[in-house]
């Protein structure tokens, strides 16, 4: 992300951001990053927050669907993780120009990688 976003990838952060935008679902997500990278099945998410499975499986498929939780399968269970990949390119854009206009400050990294996960 060198260079100014172009209008697509804006979209696409908006959508993130729309994604993650009701209270259950970033639950959701910080319970999944709490976990990383081991993750959780959805009966522990279930579980843990009180959401109904029916309920928590919208949530998880709107948040796999823009690339925010990942989904893998080990025999019968799925697993979820949160996709910190895709969580630290959404905080960058958001921050990637921090302070640019005014020059009261130098930018920071918002996330820095920790070796092992985030």
Same mark, same amino acid.
């Given at each position: ?5 172009? *209008?697509?990838?804006? #979209? ?7 994604? $993650?935008?009701? /209270? =259950? ?5 910080? $319970?999944? $990053?709490? +976990?990383?990278?081991? !993750?959780?099945? +959805?009966?522990?998410? #279930? =579980? /843990?927050?009180?959401?109904?499975? *029916?309920?928590? *499986? ?15 399968? #080990? ?10 990949? #895709? $969580?630290? /390119? ?6 990637? /120009? ?5 020059? +009261? =400050? ?5 996330? =820095?990688?920790? +070796?092992? !996960?985030?």
């Amino acid at each position: 992300m060198g260079r100014k976003p172009n *209008s697509r990838q804006v #979209a696409k952060y908006a959508r993130m951001l729309s994604a $993650l935008g009701t /209270e =259950s679902r970033l639950k959701v997500v910080r $319970l999944l $990053l709490s +976990a990383h990278p081991h !993750g959780l099945v +959805a009966s522990e998410i #279930a =579980s /843990e927050l009180r959401i109904p499975n *029916s309920t928590l *499986s919208h949530y998880l498929d709107k948040l796999k669907n823009h690339n925010l939780v990942k989904v893998r399968r #080990a025999g019968t269970y799925l697993w979820y993780t949160a996709n910190d990949d #895709a $969580l630290r /390119e959404l905080l960058t854009f958001l921050y990637k /120009e921090c302070c640019t206009r005014s020059s +009261a =400050s130098r930018s920071k990294p918002v996330v =820095s990688p920790i +070796a092992g !996960g985030v």
